[in-house]
């Protein structure tokens, strides 16, 4: 039995460093911020980083604990489009927000010496991630 309780602990505290770990990447990149500056809500900056903790201790604990929910058939697969949708929006922008901290978008439009149409150029990658994301997961 106390081989079991060590596991268990040390799983937690393995997927409490990874949240940690995912969460400090978040905030050094500057998703939150650049978001709250995009949106004009900025004077909020400290709601939205509590709720991205939040939402990693819960996503941790959902991951440790089985929950089993019943309902429908359509309002679980309501829920799981749901949560597919919120969840590639995550991704998506932590994607978005790496490549732009990166600065390969600048360094790929003073190459090809482009002086307009880079914001373009972001949305259509976007999109296609998107496409192929979503052809991945249906196929």
Known sequence: MSGYMLLGF????GGTMIAAGL??????TGIVTRMADK??????????????MMGAIF???F???PVKLRMAPF?????????????????????VSLAETLNGTAIFSR??????????????TAFGKT????FQFVL
Not at 111 to 124: D, E, M, Q
């Open 10 to 13: 040390l799983g937690v505290c």
């Open 23 to 28: 969460c400090a990447l978040i905030t050094s």
């Open 39 to 52: 949106s004009h809500t900025a004077s909020r900056v400290r709601i939205y980083e509590s709720i991205l």
């Open 59 to 61: 996503w941790n604990g």
């Open 63 to 65: 991951w440790i604990v």
């Open 75 to 95: 309002m679980a697969l309501a829920l799981t489009g749901m949560t597919g949708v919120l969840q590639g929006i995550f991704v998506g922008c932590l994607a």
């Open 111 to 124: 190459r090809a010496k482009l002086s307009k149409g880079v914001g373009i150029i972001i949305l259509f």
């Open 131 to 134: 496409i192929f994301a979503l």
